[in-house]
């Protein structure tokens, strides 16, 4: 295979188990050793697929959420206690906010309908009286997928890459809990909110603050409520922290490199950097441990396709 049919499939693969493997079971769906499978995946970048050691995981799911401590890492747990690779499937490819409301009709995004993407368009079943497309292979659409190497996913494999990639895709984060000094910003529900208490720059990937007073905790900050308010699941917004996560990691690096004018801190792919670096954030506070093929959320809750 050729190197971008190769990591398109790799996508594939990923987003058909939920965005995220271990290196060893990806593996298993390629005829690859182990090496160059990781070659490929570096070579590919960041932008592509995010590789990072990770202490074992333990056998069942997430542990409940009031257990999930802050600072807390996983390699404190004492479980299996070897480290294994995690491999999340990360991609620049972004639904078209302008299209949203009508406004534009052709452009380097996908055009497709962002409810349906969250899984609660009501013309689910009936697509053909949404003013939106709920077709991924329209021409533009076909030309977008192809351009960010994901030709070949089916609508629910790109539907998973999108919701721990897409911030327009995450629940909505309260405005009010983002300013002010507070605790708890100008937000008087506090507690009782309905949005997320998250900082909106962090989820955009532009937070510049060094001791940020916002949350950076989307899985502790997301309420199981919200979750399912808002037709996502749980292994996505643990994903989208994931990425998140090492995204803000670079952006740090990059910003103290500038002030101190040391070049070598750009976020470069090379071997070894990235897993060190990155599991070192995200790994953090996440009860990130669970393999990704065990989750399936209700992305897709009719199983279509
Ligand atoms: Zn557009
Ligand atoms: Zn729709
Ligand atoms: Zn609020
Ligand atoms: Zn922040």
């Not at 690859?32 to 333990?58: C, N, W």
């Not at 070949?152 to 327009?168: F, I, K, R, V």
């Amino acid at each position: 295979m050729a190197e971008p049919t190769l990591c398109s499939f790799l996508t594939k693969v990923l987003c058909a188990h939920g965005g995220r493997m271990f290196l060893r079971d990806l593996r298993v769906h390629v005829e690859l050793s182990e090496a160059r499978l990781r070659a490929v995946l570096r070579a590919a970048g960041p932008e592509r697929f995010l590789l990072q050691d990770v202490a074992e995981p333990e056998p069942e799911g997430l542990p409940p959420r009031d257990t999930a401590e802050p600072g807390r890492h996983d390699g404190q747990r004492g479980g299996g206690g070897g480290v294994a690779c995690r491999v999340v499937a990360v991609s620049a490819a972004r639904l078209c906010a302008r299209y949203q409301r009508s406004e534009c009709r052709a452009c380097d995004q996908l055009h497709l309908c962002r409810r349906l993407m969250q899984g609660k368009c009501p013309h689910r079943d009936c697509w053909s009286t949404c003013a939106l497309s709920h077709d991924i292979h329209t021409p533009g659409n076909i030309q977008v997928l192809k351009n960010y190497g994901l030709f070949g996913l089916n609508e629910a494999q790109l539907q998973t890459l999108l919701m721990q990639n897409d911030p327009s895709l995450f629940p909505e984060v309260c405005l009010l809990y983002n300013r002010g000094e507070a605790l708890y910003g100008y937000c008087q529900l506090k507690d009782k909110c309905h949005k997320v208490h998250v900082c909106r720059a962090f989820i955009r990937g532009q937070c510049k603050q060094k001791s940020c007073k916002r949350s950076h905790q989307l899985v502790e900050a997301t309420s199981l409520e919200v979750i399912e308010d808002q037709g996502l699941n749980l292994p996505s917004v643990v994903n989208f922290q994931i990425i998140a996560s090492y995204k803000h990691a670079v952006l740090h690096n990059t910003l103290e490199g500038a002030a101190s004018s040391i070049s070598a801190a750009a976020p470069d792919q090379g071997p070894g950097r990235q897993g060190t670096r990155g599991a070192g954030v995200a790994q953090v506070s996440l009860p990130v441990s669970t393999p990704a093929a065990k989750e399936r959320g209700p992305v897709n809750p009719k199983g279509r396709r």
